[in-house]
């Protein structure tokens, strides 16, 4: 949801974490406009929080947690590992990118008949970060965000 590391900001890819900072005037959030927008689908948005610069940042517009959540889970599962996950939301491609954690919690040894020990690790994959990219902005998407 947002965090400062090295006098820059990380994260903060979701709209209606914006939108819930723009309205606390105690959190110190400045909205600088967007580098890149894809019609009412996706913006990469430039900002500042509690004084630290976010020089480039991707949000979907409009959508739903729930709808993030799943997009998100979906394309970090089916992709992880591999290249972006590519999808298209009203007529306007976008690539989501996701980064992983994991994390080692145990090692089990197992002893088979006959066999050298051997180790079994068990790893906790999480979701690091994840976010839209703006793909190519295609006719099709030029022309159901009216910007002809």
Request: aromatic share 14%.
């Amino acid at each position: 949801m947002g965090e400062e590391k090295n006098r820059e900001i990380t994260g903060m890819h979701n709209w209606l974490r914006f939108y819930t900072l723009e309205k606390n005037a105690t959190e110190n959030f400045d909205y600088k406009g967007f580098v890149i927008k894809r019609g009412n689908v996706m913006a990469s948005v430039k900002f500042t929080w509690k004084g630290d610069l976010k020089r480039s940042g991707s949000i979907l517009l409009g959508t739903s947690p729930e709808y993030d959540m799943a997009l998100y889970t979906l394309c970090f599962l089916s992709r992880r590992g591999r290249d972006q996950c590519e999808v298209e939301i009203g007529g306007c491609p976008l690539a989501i990118t996701s980064f992983e954690i994991i994390q080692n919690n145990k090692v089990f040894p197992f002893f088979l008949v006959s066999r050298p020990l051997v180790y079994f690790f068990h790893f906790k994959v999480f979701i690091g970060s994840i976010f839209p990219t703006a793909g190519p902005l295609t006719e099709q998407c030029r022309r159901l965000s009216g910007r002809v």
